[in-house]
């Protein structure tokens, strides 16, 4: 049986941008346990005030964190950061409210937790490792040095990181099947069936990232838009079956020829996009005319029947030819059909 594979949410920039969210609100949580606990808990004034500088501070980093433009994207390094500091912060505090005895050690749940959610395994038994190392500095004063160590005080310090590890453990499986599940949802909700191309509404997601990123980098990418000119003569003599497997044909063939960088999909019908970034008008000939030479020297067997087709392929290039998906679609729909009523199986580009 084939291993899953182990899966963190930080591998999906939403649910990442979306849980970045949620680590301020623990952060803010965090920030209320302890300033209740200086309320009702029993702390000397010089000490209370000491605490509450502290806090204050660690409110400014997460405001500095979560509310400026400068740090405000969620990224892994940032989360991996604030767990840290919250370990930090909670250490300070249980280490002025009784050490190894106090009621906030229960607190370190909360990093742990964050950890496992959004950092993967590796990150948090680290964290767990500094939280144990964390532990026996607290309780050193109390116990003579060559005692830390004994068999004793490791016993009391497994015991209690148990626990810790364990919800650690679990957090990381709950949060690996989330996202395999989410993972598999979103799949399916961008992926065409037939073909496993991405469909028109994952394309166009594509297709407007793409075309900000040119935009911000000035740099230039071509639109494909291809029409199967025989998918309609297939289906009446052969059936809707002989019709699938030619636009899986068509499928293949694009993943055959195309970059890893390039995106192909099934536009609708017998209709076909692909991006090409970074690629001119000249490239994107190129490219086309392999794709169709290719897909003309190819047939699959249906019956007993060898099955070929070709396309027409309309072009058009950023910024050459539209600064807008409409405007480029709507070229090259419009190169796509004088392709077609010019001759079969050519290349044809659009007008400025």
Same mark, same amino acid.
């Given at each position: 049986?084939?291993?899953?594979?182990?899966?963190?949410?930080?591998?999906?920039?939403?649910?990442?941008?979306?849980?970045?969210?949620?680590?301020?609100?623990?952060?803010?949580?965090?920030?209320?346990?302890?300033?209740?606990?200086?309320?009702?808990?029993?702390?000397?004034?010089?000490? %209370?005030?000491?605490?509450?500088?502290?806090?204050?501070?660690?409110?400014?980093?997460?405001?500095?964190?979560?509310?400026?433009?400068?740090?405000?994207?969620?990224?892994?390094?940032?989360?991996?950061?604030?767990?840290?500091? @919250?370990?930090?912060?909670?250490?300070?505090?249980?280490?002025?409210?009784?050490?190894?005895?106090?009621?906030?050690?229960?607190?370190?749940?909360?990093?742990?937790?964050?950890?496992?959610?959004?950092?993967?395994?590796?990150?948090?038994?680290?964290?767990?490792?500094?939280?144990?190392?964390? #532990?026996?500095?607290?309780?050193?004063?109390?116990?003579?040095?060559?005692?830390?160590?004994?068999?004793?005080?490791?016993?009391?310090?497994?015991?209690?990181?148990?626990? @810790?590890?364990? /919800?650690? #453990?679990?957090?990381? @499986?709950?949060?690996?099947?989330?996202?395999?599940?989410?993972?598999?949802?979103?799949?399916?909700?961008?992926?065409?069936?037939?073909?496993?191309?991405?469909?028109?509404?994952?394309?166009?997601?594509?297709?407007?990232?793409?075309?900000?990123?040119?935009?911000?980098?000035?740099?230039?990418?071509?639109?494909?838009?291809?029409?199967?000119?025989?998918?309609?003569?297939?289906?009446?003599?052969?059936?809707?079956?002989?019709?699938?497997?030619?636009?899986?044909?068509?499928?293949?063939?694009?993943?055959?020829?195309?970059?890893?960088?390039?995106?192909?999909?099934? #536009?609708?019908?017998?209709?076909?996009?692909?991006?090409?970034?970074?690629?001119? /008008?000249?490239?994107?000939?190129?490219?086309? %005319?392999?794709?169709?030479?290719?897909?003309?020297?190819?047939?699959?067997?249906?019956?007993?029947?060898?099955?070929?087709?070709?396309?027409?392929?309309?072009?058009?290039?950023?910024?050459?030819?539209?600064?807008?998906?409409?405007?480029?679609?709507?070229?090259?729909?419009?190169?796509? #059909?004088?392709?077609?009523?010019?001759?079969?199986?050519?290349?044809?580009?659009?007008?400025?």
């Amino acid at each position: 049986m084939t291993k899953e594979p182990f899966f963190r949410l930080n591998q999906e920039p939403d649910a990442l941008s979306g849980f970045s969210r949620t680590v301020a609100e623990i952060q803010w949580l965090l920030l209320v346990l302890m300033m209740f606990y200086l309320v009702v808990g029993q702390i000397e004034e010089n000490v %209370k005030i000491f605490l509450l500088g502290g806090l204050c501070a660690f409110a400014a980093f997460v405001m500095i964190f979560h509310y400026l433009n400068f740090f405000s994207k969620a990224n892994v390094w940032k989360l991996a950061l604030e767990t840290w500091v @919250m370990i930090l912060l909670v250490t300070w505090f249980v280490w002025h409210t009784g050490r190894q005895n106090s009621l906030l050690l229960n607190l370190y749940f909360l990093p742990i937790i964050t950890s496992a959610l959004a950092l993967g395994r590796l990150t948090t038994l680290l964290e767990v490792l500094l939280i144990g190392a964390c #532990y026996l500095y607290l309780g050193k004063s109390g116990v003579p040095g060559d005692e830390v160590f004994s068999l004793t005080q490791s016993s009391i310090l497994l015991a209690w990181l148990f626990p @810790m590890l364990l /919800v650690g #453990y679990v957090t990381t @499986m709950l949060s690996s099947d989330i996202y395999h599940a989410f993972s598999r949802i979103k799949t399916t909700a961008q992926t065409d069936e037939l073909t496993n191309l991405y469909n028109r509404r994952a394309f166009m997601d594509l297709f407007e990232k793409q075309l900000q990123q040119a935009r911000r980098r000035e740099s230039t990418f071509s639109l494909l838009l291809g029409d199967c000119d025989n998918l309609k003569i297939v289906n009446d003599k052969y059936g809707h079956e002989a019709g699938n497997l030619l636009l899986q044909a068509i499928a293949d063939n694009f993943r055959h020829c195309l970059r890893g960088c390039d995106s192909a999909a099934r #536009y609708g019908g017998d209709e076909f996009t692909i991006l090409l970034p970074n690629t001119n /008008v000249e490239a994107a000939e190129l490219v086309t %005319k392999r794709i169709k030479d290719t897909l003309v020297a190819s047939s699959f067997n249906y019956r007993g029947n060898a099955i070929t087709t070709n396309i027409s392929v309309g072009i058009a290039t950023y910024p050459e030819h539209g600064d807008t998906a409409e405007a480029l679609l709507r070229h090259a729909d419009q190169a796509m #059909y004088a392709n077609k009523r010019e001759s079969k199986n050519q290349v044809t580009a659009t007008s400025g």
